[in-house]
């Protein structure tokens, strides 16, 4: 079946270090985001790509950096600048824009401890 | 400032009852519209889209209704059963450019008690 796979499922961090989020689609999907999930927030755009080797920044962009050298992958890092990454990290791709949903990876959560 | 606001914020119905969420908005120009179900530590699953020209969309016991005009939607959900306990999201696609924006509401969430 295709779909999303994100791993780890549960993630801890140091203060001070870098993580970073796998995001694998076996879908063909061209566009891939990643979103950040925070209690009683709705979802806020961290970074999109919307073809191979290119990618933009979403609305909270800052602490965090992404890669997209192949269609099937979308890794996040986290950095050590982002002060408050303690959240739900949720991946998305989509076929098209118009006329599908945005399909899901499981989401990873991230701790800082 | 685009917005996309949900009501309830959370609800409590017994099973077997029927119940409807809220999203109302302000997105514009508006593109579509779509409710997803997202369960506890869970990706967000697709239930249903909409355009501009449609108002009304069902998938199984889930109904959505849209009205343009008044940039309202509503998710109705029929018989109610324990496994529909989930968060259910609003999400509002819209705006002009080569980059339609895309805002997501808070969400409802839905406790189905035996």
């Known amino acids: 079946d295709g779909g999303i796979t994100q791993s780890p499922k549960y993630l801890f961090r140091k203060e001070g270090q870098n993580v970073t989020l796998s995001c694998e689609q076996n879908l063909n999907h061209d566009a891939m985001y990643w979103y950040r999930q925070d209690p009683g927030q709705g979802l806020r755009l961290i970074y999109y790509?919307?073809?191979?080797?290119?990618?933009q920044k979403g609305d909270i962009a800052e602490g965090y950096s992404v890669s997209r050298e192949k269609k099937e992958s979308f890794p996040l890092t986290v950095t050590s600048a982002q002060k408050n990454p303690t959240a739900f990290y949720l991946c998305?791709?989509?076929?098209?824009?118009?006329?599908?949903?945005?399909?899901f990876g499981s989401g990873t959560r991230l701790t800082v401890v | 400032k685009n917005q996309v606001e949900q009501s309830p914020q959370s609800l409590i119905i017994l099973e077997g009852k029927n119940c409807t969420l809220q999203?109302?908005?302000?997105?514009?120009?508006?593109?579509?519209l779509r409710w997803y179900k997202q369960d506890t530590g869970r990706g967000p699953v697709s239930l249903t889209i909409m355009t501009f020209s449609e108002n009304t969309k069902s998938n199984g016991r889930y109904t959505a209704t849209l009205d343009a005009d008044t940039k309202q939607s509503s998710l109705h959900i029929t018989a109610s059963q324990l496994s529909d306990s989930a968060s259910y999201i609003c999400?509002?696609?819209?705006?002009?450019?080569?980059?339609?924006?895309?805002?997501f509401g808070t969400g409802t969430k839905l406790q189905v008690i035996p």
């Open positions: 999400v509002v696609s819209g705006g002009s450019g080569g980059y339609q924006k895309v805002t």
């Open positions: 790509s919307q073809i191979v080797n290119d990618f």
């Open positions: 999203c109302n908005y302000t997105v514009s120009p508006f593109s579509n």
């Open positions: 998305a791709s989509i076929r098209d824009r118009q006329r599908d949903g945005y399909t």
